[in-house]
């Protein structure tokens, strides 16, 4: 059964949030939204200073549940990704969620995929899938590397994570998204863009800056949602909308805006 989460790294400071809300305020505004479910982020998890079952506790008494967990960063430096993919598995532990996302910052070739692959059997003890992320602005830009490295690591212990954005504006086509498997998602992301970018745009600047909320772009999300269910996919769906202009609404506003906005594709 398909899961509505609102993913609140839009809010972080590291996602250059000036003055990111209390944990609290954040909460509420999800669950007075409607959405069952937040997405949370280590770095802000961490940067509360508080015990991680404490932290967890408190988003179970605000009724929500935290199934995606960002994030660890798979690169040149082995035993930063391997101490990541720690950090990440106890967050995951600790707030019971399903996925880590994952960026991988190096090309998918044998050595990296063997270092994906011990990543995700840490954060498979923990409980959870690692969730790969294909972006046009990394050596994992489409379906077919996230795949390469979800086959070596096998679909028990990770996923590609789906997220409209990358996909729309990358070089994937809709036969690339018809070929993967409903056992290979992990989980979806859905927000929109006012424009395709033209090859050689500054992919990472417009991705972490304008995105808008789903349907106020260009993005073909009635297709795209439809690509996805006919597979069989019923899981997880995460609204990720970076965009400073929407974050300074404040959290109440931004999620009810957000909240009405996925619903005009996933009930």
Known sequence: MTTLCLNTFAFSAFAGAAEPPPLPELLAAVHEAGFGAIGLDVFSV???????????????AAGLRCPEMLGFVVDADEAAALAG??????????FDADFAL????RAPDARCADLFARCAEIIA??????????????????IADARTLVAH??????????????????PDTWATLAGLSAAEIAYVQIDDHPELLPEGADFYTECMSRRVLPGDG??????????LVDKGFDGLVSVEVINPGLVALGAARYARAARAAVGRYWA
């Open 218 to 227: 260009v993005f073909e999300l009635d297709i795209f949602r439809d690509a």
């Open 46 to 60: 961490l940067g509360y200073g508080r015990p991680l079952a404490e932290l967890a506790a408190e988003v179970a």
């Open 102 to 105: 994952g960026m991988v910052m």
């Open 125 to 142: 003890q923990a409980g959870a899938r690692a969730a790969v992320e294909f972006l046009p602005f990394t050596p994992v830009a489409t």
């Open 85 to 94: 993919a720690r950090q990440v598995a106890e967050a995951c532990a600790a």
């Open 153 to 170: 690591a096998g679909t028990a212990n990770s996923g590609v994570l789906v997220d409209a954005w990358h996909f729309f504006q990358g």
